[in-house]
């Protein structure tokens, strides 16, 4: 009984963390796609990759608060070295980054195409498309964080 309530407690944990650093990924994907375009004409399309360098950077700012809140509140230290730790985060948040790229490449060039107005704001579909990414891949960072990286 102990264990499921511990179980449940990190999972909460997880989601209030993962919630904590979607804002913040949000929040600076808004940020770098408003502004880049005016330094980075082609941040819009890339080649048909659209805003690969607001992704790359907010997802950045997204994984580093993610792995501060991960170690202090969400997870017990794993067998691991705190280097080799912070190695393996960053090796599945880089491969976690490149997945939830592709997935907002499919969703903002195929599924999300009108503005979705929620009174208070407007959110585009570069926003919902991120929004949607992020959800996906959210998923599997729980589990292989939990599995590989925190073996807990």
């Known amino acids: 009984m102990r264990?499921?309530?511990i179980r449940q407690k990190q999972v909460l944990f997880f989601i209030i963390a993962g919630g904590l650093s979607a804002v913040v990924e949000i929040g600076s994907f808004k940020v770098f796609?408003?502004?880049l375009p005016h330094f980075f004409a082609r941040e819009i399309n890339?080649?048909?990759i659209h805003y690969p360098l607001s992704n790359i950077f907010s997802t950045s700012c997204g994984i580093i608060?993610?792995?501060f809140l991960s170690i202090w509140f969400v997870f017990e230290r794993g067998k691991h070295s705190k280097r080799k730790e912070?190695?393996?985060?960053m090796g599945v948040s880089f491969i976690s980054t490149l997945v939830s790229l592709g997935f907002f490449q499919i969703f903002y060039s195929f599924i999300f195409k009108d503005n979705i107005n929620l009174i208070f704001y407007t959110l585009s579909p570069e926003m919902i498309s991120k929004i949607a990414?992020?959800?996906l891949v959210s998923i599997l960072n729980y589990s292989v964080k939990?599995?590989?990286i925190f073996n807990g």
């Open 86 to 89: 912070f190695a393996y985060f």
């Open 33 to 35: 796609s408003t502004y």
């Open 146 to 148: 939990k599995k590989i």
């Open 65 to 67: 608060t993610n792995y």
């Open 133 to 135: 990414a992020i959800l």
């Open 3 to 5: 264990e499921l309530l």
């Open 46 to 48: 890339f080649h048909g």
